[in-house]
Structures are given as C-alpha cells and as structure tokens.
T-cell receptor, first 110, second 117 residues
Framework: DAKTTQPNSMESNEEEPVHLPCNHS???????IHWYRQLPSQGPEYVIHGLTSNVNNRMASLAIAEDRKSSTLILHRATLRDAAVYYC???????????FGTGTRLQVFP | GAVVSQHPSRVICKSGTSVKIECRSLDFQATTMFWYRQFPKQSLMLMATSNEGSKATYEQGVEKDKFLINHASLTLSTLTVTSAHPEDSSFYIC?????????????FGPGTRLLVL
C-alpha cells in the first residue's frame, strides 16, 4: 500500500482557514486520495476524497497537486468542533481497505 | 448520511470471559464491514474485513480464533473477543461500505471501549 506523510500536529485559530498537507509520492494512477477525521473518543468520519481534480463539499476542499504526489485538505473557516486528528489515506480502486497512518492532530484555539 | 451503530458503547469484563460487539448499518445494506482496534494515543489498526455470507479476512498478526467475526446479514456484523485478557483492552471500531456506493467511502461506528480486568 502506498504511504502518506503528514505533519504530526497543526494549530489554528477559530474562523481562520486551515491547510492540512499530505505527501504521497508513491501514489499509483488508480489510487484515490481520501481524508477522514476522528474527534476524541469517536469513530472516524469521512471528510472528502478525490482522484485528480480538486474537490469541494460542505465540509472542506481538497486540492490535489498536478503530479498527484501531494494534496491539501482545506478547512475554510476552522471552528472549535474541527479539532480532531485528520487522516490522509490512499485507497486503491481494487481494494476496500483503509490503512490509517498517524494523521495530523489539529488544535483550534478560540 | 449513512449511519453505523455499535453496541455496547463500553464494556467491562473479567479476564477469561468472552465479549460480543455488534455493528449495524442502520439505513443501508453493507456487503462489507471492517473491524479496527485503536490503543490510546495510537492510530486505528485494521483487524479484519467481514463480507456478508462468507468468512472474514484477517490482517496479518490478528488471531482469527480469538477475534471471531460473523457477518450474518447485510446490516449486522459481530466481533467476539474470546477469552479476553487485559491486553485486549482497547477501543474497537467498525465501519461499513454501502453496497450501492462505488466511491469506497466507509462509514464508521462510534466505537466500543473494552476494559478487561
């Protein structure tokens, strides 16, 4: 499985944008880029995913580099409820598995 | 959105007893469910993949005779921790894929916290 690399932690102030980076230099052409987040003492929650083009949904935006070797999850206005561990995961089209790395712990300050 | 429930949310048991954890997809049919384990301050570790009507596929290092998985219907999978010991104390989380969803998204349950005394 292709690996991802994320910073261990990041900090943000409330109502500011947050850019969470993810490197995946060994990504294959059929790997989707998925983002999940896990709030304290809860199961993970799907955030967004993409293949090649940038994606937007009600939770976040996903910016994918042209060479697909990196991506950035963008929270446009962080709230205290966005404090969580964010996981960037590559998912191959021919496997269901999610292999979680260590993720990025996002702290949001009022 | 799709909802996955787990029961119980937390359980305390004595060493040597067996504990069953249920995972249900409430508003969709899940042909595939997954079981994860998470120790404090660590990431989720995939234990096994459960397919409805067939045997589960276990990840390397996970004892299939200790962690029994049954996926008897399209909305229910169970994980039984047999002869539990204190080192099995952990946060167990299930997830499910909607059989109609081709986007590989997984929907996670809220988790079950197991404490073995």
């Amino acid at each position: 499985d292709a690996k991802t690399t994320q910073p261990n932690s990041m900090e943000s102030n409330e109502e500011e944008p947050v850019h969470l980076p993810c490197n995946h230099s060994t990504i294959s052409g059929t790997d989707y880029i998925h983002w999940y987040r896990q709030l304290p003492s809860q199961g993970p929650e799907y955030v967004i995913h993409g293949l090649t083009s940038n994606v937007n949904n009600r939770m976040a935006s996903l910016a994918i580099a042209e060479d697909r070797k990196s991506s950035t999850l963008i929270l446009h206005r962080a709230t205290l409820r966005d404090a969580a561990v964010y996981y960037c995961i590559l998912v191959s089209y021919n496997t269901d598995k999610l292999i979680f790395g260590t993720g990025t712990r996002l702290q949001v300050f009022p | 959105g799709a909802v996955v429930s787990q029961h119980p949310s937390r359980v305390i048991c004595k060493s040597g007893t067996s504990v069953k954890i249920e995972c249900r997809s409430l508003d969709f049919q899940a042909t595939t469910m997954f079981w994860y384990r998470q120790f404090p301050k660590q990431s989720l570790m995939l234990m096994a993949t459960s397919n409805e009507g067939s045997k589960a596929t276990y990840e390397q290092g996970v004892e299939k005779d200790k962690f029994l998985i049954n996926h008897a219907s399209l909305t229910l999978s169970t994980l039984t921790v047999t002869s539990a010991h204190p080192e099995d104390s952990s946060f167990y989380i299930c997830s499910a894929r909607d059989g109609k969803d081709f986007q590989e998204t997984q929907y996670f349950g809220p988790g079950t916290r197991l404490l073995v005394l």
